[in-house]
């Protein structure tokens, strides 16, 4: 039976448990995260974050809901006291029991202990009827028991077993992601989602389909495109200073910055971009902290932060989502390094979910990750079609690490050359009919992002996709 025993003399563990109904939901749980380490609380695991509707005070809007394992030194009193402390700082007001809060912080698991206090009820005296605490508990301690004392009854039973008995495997509790603070969420069990139109805006010389197409000099006609792509229905712009096709020259970041920081700084200025988020499509930790700081969203790595070993944990220390992309080697090699010896499905779910651990253990929070199976990138065409029709398989396999199924996944086939052998079609410029198709699987996959060049084309592909695979 697996328990919450300490790690080592005078080091406790205890789970708590996150939420907030007001103001910038996610803004407001960071804050308290954030706060939490300052004050001296390791915190080992993140659940994801779920949006979900309030109970037992139901006129109030829904809530954003996770929980965190943190080490510490702290009794369980002295840890309310701090918890509660944190609460009052960042403006939590005690008006109405259970109502609005912007920040809320419980203790519901401490060791293996049962406490009962005045003050402090542990485990949660309520948590056996709460999806919203189970659910997320399970993300991060699915095996764990309960206190025999609190629960003779439950405690047999591991806390994914307590969460199967009171909700559904299709339960519409949804685990939601961050684009950037002024698009929706993404949810991933949401069934009636749309898909996220990513439009990609190249800013070099030798991109495989369009480069040379845009310059950082000429910002008036970019600013235009970019009012375009926003136009027709884009709502990630995904600028690229570095050409990432097999054998491309690498760049270094100073000049990588030179071609798009003034891009990123004039498509921010934008009042048409207010509502878009911005993805910069870079390997470099520099170019990522420097394109952040000037009003990025999201930093897109081809190789999930391989290139660079300071990536992750520059992302982590801005706050950005981060898209994690699958690839063996580099742009130089890839092509050569395309053995799966237990099959490509396998082989992608297994490696990526080696770089969610990496990322979640520099400090990347599991609602800012998206993830990237990589096509065209250390696959041959065979392998590439095969994760075309099998994205669901990959992101479902029991074998990967870290369970991969409520990430949300981004498909990137936009004028790939595999498009071009099967089609027949030499110039890439000239595949949009083939990669409407692909888009179409995707979505048909369950992605919740596409990558395209062909902005009015595949924006129109993506809406009828989107009326037969997803509800109405």
Same mark, same amino acid.
């Given at each position: 039976m697996k328990t919450l025993d300490s790690v080592a003399e005078g080091v406790n563990k205890a789970t708590v448990a996150f939420g907030s109904n007001m103001g910038d939901r996610i803004a407001n749980i960071e804050a308290a995260l954030? #706060?939490?380490? #300052?004050? @001296? %609380?390791? +915190?080992v695991k993140l659940s994801h974050l779920y949006e979900t509707e309030p109970m037992y005070y139901n006129d109030q809007d829904s809530f954003l809901n996770g929980v965190c394992l943190v080490e510490t030194a702290l009794e369980p009193l002295p840890l309310l006291d701090l918890l509660q402390t944190i609460e009052n700082d960042l403006g939590r007001r005690r008006i109405i029991d259970k109502g609005p809060r912007t920040i809320d912080l419980d203790i519901i698991l401490y060791n293996q202990e049962h406490i009962q206090k005045p003050r402090l009820e542990i485990p949660h005296k309520l948590m056996l009827e709460r999806e919203f605490v189970l659910r997320p508990l399970a993300d991060i301690l699915p095996n764990a028991h309960l206190p025999p004392s609190f629960s003779p009854i439950a405690s047999k039973r591991s806390i994914h077993q307590l969460l199967r008995a009171i909700a559904e495997r299709d339960s519409s509790m949804s685990p939601v992601f961050v684009l950037n603070p002024r698009l929706p969420l993404i949810r991933t069990r949401d069934a009636t989602r749309k898909t996220h139109v990513m439009a990609i805006l190249n800013l070099t010389p030798d991109s495989f389909s369009d480069g040379g197409f845009h310059t950082a000099k000429d910002l008036e006609t970019i600013k235009s495109t970019v009012r375009d792509y926003i136009a027709l229905g884009a709502t990630i712009i995904d600028i690229g200073g570095q050409s990432t096709r097999p054998r491309a020259e690498y760049l270094g970041p100073e000049e990588e910055l030179k071609r798009i920081l003034p891009v990123v700084r004039a498509i921010r200025e934008m009042k048409e971009a207010e509502r878009v988020a911005i993805s910069i499509d870079t390997?470099? !930790?520099d170019v990522a902290r420097q394109t952040s700081l000037a009003g990025a969203d999201i930093i897109n790595d081809v190789s999930a932060g391989l290139l660079d070993e300071r990536m992750l944990t520059t992302v !982590? *220390? %801005? @706050?950005?989502? +981060?898209? %994690?992309m699958h690839m063996r080697g580099n742009p130089h090699t890839m092509t050569k390094l395309t053995d799966y010896p237990e099959g490509v499905v396998k082989g992608v779910s297994q490696e990526i979910s080696e770089r969610v651990e990496a990322a979640l253990a520099a400090g990347i929070a599991p609602w800012r990750i998206i993830l990237d199976p990589g096509l065209g990138f250390a696959k041959d065409q065979q392998q590439n079609l095969e994760l075309l029709r099998r994205l669901r398989d990959v992101r479902e396999h029991p074998d990967a690490?870290?369970?991969l199924k409520n990430f949300p996944w981004l498909m990137g086939p936009s004028r790939k050359g595999f498009i071009g052998k099967v089609t027949g079609v030499e110039e890439a410029s000239d595949r949009s009919y083939g990669t409407?198709? *692909?888009?179409? *699987?995707? +979505?048909? @996959? @369950? !992605?919740e992002i596409v990558? +395209?060049?062909d902005v009015k084309e595949m924006v129109e592909v993506t809406k009828m996709a989107d009326a037969i695979y997803r509800q109405p």
């Open positions: 954030a #706060r939490m380490k #300052r004050e @001296g %609380l390791k +915190i390997f470099h !930790a !982590a *220390t %801005l @706050g950005k989502s +981060i898209i %994690l690490s870290v369970p409407a198709a *692909t888009v179409t *699987t995707s +979505i048909e @996959g @369950g !992605a990558r +395209i060049h």
